[in-house]
């Protein structure tokens, strides 16, 4: 009953209390092992390629400034240049085969990109080949798992769901960034075991998104688009909690039928052509154009540049030594993913979307401003600062950031794309939201050995801009859409203004049609019964 409480259900049919139960949770912590995949690569990666064993072992140490920035930049970006082209090939492979075996196949190839890494003796382009088949893996997951997970949610805790796929990429982090500190402080930096225990444990999220997920149902939205309505109802009778014939279960059934039929109406069930006619329609348009900006200006908020490189921008603001970076990347890891887990549990479906990602970007912003103007005043890209006040700020700085981050461009990006797009063309918008977010990643983490090489502090300037950007693009364009069905969201963004008056005119749209829809309900009754009198 505690848990309840929290739950705020606005949609059209509430949900009785059944259907907020464990067996929900349990399918979004399973699915999201396709993001612990992501999240510990992001978290192990910067610092492995840093520990002496590997530097020694791939001969590292000999390359000047600019070999070793561009030595960073392509064993860290190969990883996302596959991801790209893991969620182009993986958009097919969901639409044909559903969500459930595509999954497992993500962590089958994620796990064969890892033997392969770990098998090197010294060769780079092993490692290069490793890391395209784990990115492989990891883009094709991301593509599906907030899908699958969005799919199977009941709306009033559809974001604290998708919201535990974020979760989980940041404890994953934890254990990345916690693995390399231990390895380094207990095994010998001549040993290849130095290295090679890292690199190895991306074999775990792997080997559990393919055990898990044999042991979950297929997403019950793409078993009625493809005709298959008896095991949807099961499905849904199954993760719900409620008879088969339960009023509930009709109503999500009837639902998803209803803006199906309405898509298929508007071509969504012809050839991939039609269905880009489709997402140019005004309401479909402006959705994609907004979820796409917000997975790139997620990006250039700075914070991929602080997961690969942390340990190098630590020393950019005088802490130096590989232990000393590695730990604190670390705390910086958990004050991140501790931040996650309090504001996905109780946050983001209560505060919603909007409110905290402006709230967020305002500390972002505060905080990257005041690196770049430390970094600039005491020249701590030139030479060893005095570790004084300014640069213990600049510590705390890098902690703010985390905490703003977490509660705002952390999660909701997914989220919000996850939820916004009509269900006959979800699976391609998507494909074009998660490419956008891969090609962010990778223009981000190929460029930043080179511009803190190059620009130096000018790099938290560059990244505080575009959180300035970001801001703007929030205030202005992206309405709330906390507590909406999927099947709603059509009718949101079919209302024409900003963002800060959409939602209300939305909602009066909403509220007009269930009327309406109850009216004719009661009408139907009365002449049952009318009928049943006579």
């Known amino acids: 009953m505690a848990s309840r409480l929290v739950i705020h259900d606005d949609s059209a049919f509430p949900a009785p209390n059944e259907v907020y139960n464990w067996k929900i949770y349990i399918l979004a912590i399973c699915a999201s092992m396709g993001s612990a995949m992501f999240g510990y690569d992001s978290g192990f990666i910067g610092g492995a390629i840093t520990l002496p064993s590997f530097v020694s072992r791939f001969g590292l140490g000999t390359s000047s400034s600019e070999q070793s920035a561009a030595l960073s930049a392509n064993i860290i970006s190969t990883f996302q240049a596959g991801c790209f082209f893991g969620a182009i090939f993986m958009s097919f492979l969901a639409e044909k085969y559903g969500r459930k075996f595509p999954l497992i196949a993500c962590g089958v190839v994620f796990n064969v990109g890892t033997i392969v890494q770990v098998a090197s003796t010294g060769s780079l382009g092993m490692i290069y080949a490793g890391r395209a088949l784990t990115g492989l893996g990891v883009g094709a997951a991301t593509l599906v798992v907030p899908q699958y997970i ?151 908020s700075g914070i991929n540049a602080l997961n690969y490189y942390s340990p190098k921008i630590f020393k950019s603001i005088g802490f130096s030594g590989t232990s000393v970076g590695l730990l604190a990347t670390g705390v910086f890891g958990i004050v991140k993913a501790m931040t996650t887990l309090i504001f996905m549990c109780f946050g983001i479906d209560t505060l919603g979307r909007r409110k905290p990602l402006l709230i967020g970007s305002i500390g972002a912003i505060i905080a990257m401003f005041y690196l770049g103007a430390y970094s600039k005043v005491s020249g701590s890209f030139q030479h060893t600062v005095v570790q004084d006040g300014g640069a213990y700020v600049a510590i705390v700085m890098i902690y703010i950031f985390a905490v703003f981050y977490a509660l705002s461009w952390n999660g909701i990006p997914w989220v919000f794309c996850a939820e916004i797009f009509p269900t006959g063309i979800r699976s391609l918008c998507l494909l074009f939201t998660t490419c956008t977010q891969w090609l962010g990643q990778f223009i981000i983490v190929y460029s930043t050995p080179y511009m803190m090489t190059n620009i130096t502090y000018g790099t938290f300037f560059f990244f505080g801009s575009f959180l300035v950007v970001g801001a703007l693009v929030i205030f202005f364009f992206m309405p709330e859409t906390k507590g909406l069905s999927l099947e709603e969201m059509s009718v949101l963004f079919n209302v024409k203004g900003l963002a800060i008056t959409q939602r209300k005119k939305a909602d009066e749209i909403i509220a007009s049609q269930r009327v309406a829809e109850n009216v004719a309900d009661l009408k139907d009754e009365t002449e049952y019964s009318n009928v049943e009198g006579v």
């Not at 309505?229 to 009778?237: C, E, F, M, Q, Y």
């Open 150 to 300: 969005s799919e199977c949610s009941p709306p009033a805790i559809r974001g604290r769901l998708v919201g535990i796929f974020e979760t989980s990429v940041q404890f994953s982090q934890i254990i990345g960034f916690w693995i390399n500190y231990g390895v380094n402080e207990n095994i010998s930096s001549t040993s290849d075991t130095q290295w090679r225990i890292p690199f190895a444990l991306q074999l775990a999220p792997g080997t559990l998104l393919i055990v898990l997920m044999l042991l979950q149902p297929e997403s019950p939205r793409w078993l009625i688009k493809t005709g298959d309505t008896d095991k949807a109802i099961r499905v849904l009778g199954q993760i719900r909690c409620l008879t088969q014939d339960d009023g509930y279960i009709a109503w999500e059934v009837g639902a998803i039928k209803q803006q199906l039929h309405d898509e298929s109406e508007l071509g969504a069930t012809r050839p991939l052509g039609a269905k880009l006619k489709e997402i140019l329609q005004r309401g479909n348009r402006i959705r994609l154009i907004l979820g796409m900006s917000i997975m790139m200006l997620q990006n250039l």
